[in-house]
């Protein structure tokens, strides 16, 4: 049998259903890979010594597993990497916690993240930086940094992160791993750490397209404790692999592949669109006129959600506490505290869109835009069925390069964060290297609730290329 | 508002303390990405309704029933400072 960490999830389940292999050894294995990769890497927060107890069956039962840093575990530490939340203990499972342990997965640990989700590079974490595991002086993009380094490093098969604008698809294209957002509402949001509650959503990070639907198909489905949650039925997404691509249309957005877009990029996507075109999609021009103003709609809605939401961290039920004892200066000082300057900036923001005088100029505005970037997606897929555009402008830049412009690292978000404004699933897959060895991330956008058609494309496409199976130079 | 104005305004407004060092990046920082979001001044929002979420229209709700909470012991665990089964702060009237 090939060496443990080079078998895909779906593998690994099926030899230890097989008993070919042991899930006490599987773990074992990756646990120490987690161990000595980590110093190097810093991907994981926490790496457990043995598993959160789990029973159960699923495609994927007996791997293991890592998640977010965002994501409650009950009786684990949960930080968001963040100083305001250190030394915090989960007190109850996220419903996508329940939904791994009655599928039988392993869960090793916690991935390292922008604090609270806040970043493109996963430097805003109070644990330090990740490292990309391709070039360990280039960030991995963020803000679920840690879960794609873990998974492209192959510390473990699988992780869960969250996108909020982009933090799934975008270090996973930089890390050269699929990173799957499914629709808003399709996977139930209790249990992890609000951001922009309107535009945050679990979803997966896999190396194929095969890990990724059997893992959706185990956390999507309606929950009651969440009640922006879908009740629409949940196909089984398996059934989408191994399809060929006739009569699919893909439309090519012309705002995603003009100015500021690095030629490298450009032509790893072009490529893919024959590898498309080969297994039968037909192409499509199309134009999301409002594309333009998605970044700015998006840094006032997802902080004025976040400023809002970030107000329960005061110091008092739980987290960081300033010694004071003034009740007005318990809650200010703890804060200042605990909270980093991207967090502070965030907060920053939102207060002053929310703020009376300012709420209808900044905030209401970036609402009505916000509907305007939708309604371009609407009439696009009344002529196609998918959308194809780059994950990210550039290869992984490199630590330090956009940390003292923030506009600069917001606009690194640009191609990502659409889908979560209109709330469509999408998806980054591997689709080439640059010429300083960096993987190149392609992105599919869907309609509504059909996360099966971007399975059905990634797995065609997968089997036309090997870009999924490479892997990093690690000692 | 002047960028030192800015930060002094929204800090308070969020309670959160800034030092001094914070003030002196956060203002131009803070004052240059609204610049950015000017442009959305261009869009033309006549007669479009905000969009403040997906499925807000569903209209889940569930039984209002109230339930013995299994984690109190757990959550008052967490708290920086607890007395019995309360959290603990410091006198807020005089």
Known sequence: MDKLSDLSAAMISQAIKEKKLDAAVVYDFFRQRAKQLNPRLNSLVEIYDSPVPAQGESGLAGVPIVIKDNICIEGRKITCASRILDSHTAVYDATVITRLKNAGLKILGTANMDEFAFGSSTENSCYGPVKNPWNIERVPGGSSGGSAAAVASRQVPLALGSDTGGSIRQPAGLCGVVGFKPTYGRVSRYGLIAFGSSLDQIGTFTRDFTDCAHLLNIICGHDSLDSTSSQIAVPDFTKSLGQDLAGLRIGLPREYFGEGLDPQVRSAVTEAIEVFKSKGARIVDISLPHTKYAVAVYYIAASSEASSNLQRFDGVKYGLRAKTNNMIDLHKLSRGQGFGPEAKRRIFLGTYSLSSGYYDAYYLRALKVRRLIKTDFDKAFKEVDVILTPTAPAEAFKFGEKTADPLSMYLSDIYTISANLAGLPAVSFPCGFTKNNLPIGGQLIGKEFDEAALIRLGAAYQSQTEWHMKMPALP | ?94
């Open chain 2, 1 to 94: 508002m002047e960028n030192k104005n800015i930060v002094d305004y929204v800090a308070n407004l969020a309670r959160v303390e800034v030092s001094p060092e914070e003030k002196a990046y956060l203002g131009g920082q803070l004052s240059k990405i609204l610049e950015y979001i000017e442009a959305l001044k261009q869009a033309d929002v006549s007669g479009v309704e905000p969009l403040r979420g997906m499925h807000l229209d569903q209209g889940l709700t569930r039984q209002d029933a109230a339930e013995v909470s299994p984690h109190r012991r757990n959550i008052l665990a967490n708290a920086p400072a607890k007395e019995e089964n309360s959290f603990k702060i410091p006198k807020v009237i005089e």
